[in-house]
T-cell receptor, first 115, second 120 residues
Framework: AQKITQTQPGMFVQEKEAVTLDCTYD???????LFWYKQPSSGEMIFLIY??????QNATEGRYSLNFQKARKSANLVISASQLGDSAMYFC????????????FGPGTSLSVIP | GAVVSQHPSRVICKSGTSVKIECRSL??????MFWYRQFPKKSLMLMAT?????????EQGVEKDKFLINHASLTLSTLTVTSAHPEDSSFYIC????????????????FGPGTRLLVL
């Protein structure tokens, strides 16, 4: 069964505007972590932000913030003041406490920033 | 931050040959490494978990005799694609876990730059 869902295959945003990328997940593990990664065309995986299941506050890292709604099992990424360099694939990922803390990825969202 | 390297970055080989991809943790000891493959415009699919000094754990549907994983030291894991065929052409990425940073910090996994494999 799909554990991580990203319902937006592609998104467009105007430069300097904010954009929200959706992510929902499914787990029965009470202890887990949620990640967002950016993958530009070069292929490298760039870590953006992390949210632990027990964290009381939503994570923020510069222009990135994570809207964590635990009861809804959603972890949306908000990018403020979009820049042209933000155009890339964005993956939501989850690590469960079981079995070596392996990380599984959602299908991804392709974000294009329009000048 | 920690650095993970992969070698080679690109490889082209003939069908039927074997290809070895190396994943190294450069400034930390990695007891666990993960191997992913990614097809164009698709997500990363976990292939296997590599554990230093023991056998790798493969995800369902991944042929362990096809994708040989060896984690002989705390800084090196290798993935060998045996008898490669065109359908094995893909982007292979490794990640390494740094146990010294704890299980619930954001920096427990570092990704290598990836290896693009093309089998002709």
């Amino acid at each position: 069964a799909q554990k991580i869902t990203q319902t937006q295959p592609g998104m467009f945003v105007q430069e300097k505007e904010a954009v929200t990328l959706d992510c929902t997940y499914d787990t029965s593990d009470p202890s887990y972590g949620l990640f967002w990664y950016k993958q530009p065309s070069s292929g490298e995986m760039i870590f953006l932000i992390y949210q632990g299941s027990y964290d009381q506050q939503n994570a923020t890292e510069g222009r990135y913030s994570l809207n964590f709604q635990k009861a809804r099992k959603s972890a949306n990424l908000v990018i403020s003041a979009s820049q042209l360099g933000d155009s890339a694939m964005y993956f939501c990922a989850m690590r469960e406490r079981t079995s070596y803390d392996k990380v599984i990825f959602g299908p991804g969202t392709s974000l294009s920033v329009i000048p | 931050g920690a650095v993970v390297s992969q070698h080679p970055s690109r490889v082209i080989c003939k069908s039927g040959t074997s290809v070895k991809i190396e994943c190294r943790s450069l400034d930390f000891q990695a007891t666990t490494m993960f191997w992913y493959r990614q097809f164009p415009k698709k997500s990363l699919m976990l292939m296997a978990t590599s554990n230093e000094g023991s056998k790798a754990t493969y995800e369902q549907g991944v042929e362990k005799d096809k994708f040989l994983i060896n984690h002989a030291s705390l800084t090196l894991s290798t993935l060998t694609v045996t008898s490669a065929h065109p359908e094995d052409s893909s982007f292979y990425i490794c990640s390494a876990r740094d146990p010294s940073r704890g299980a619930h910090t954001s920096e427990t996994q570092y990704f290598g730059p990836g290896t693009r494999l093309l089998v002709l």
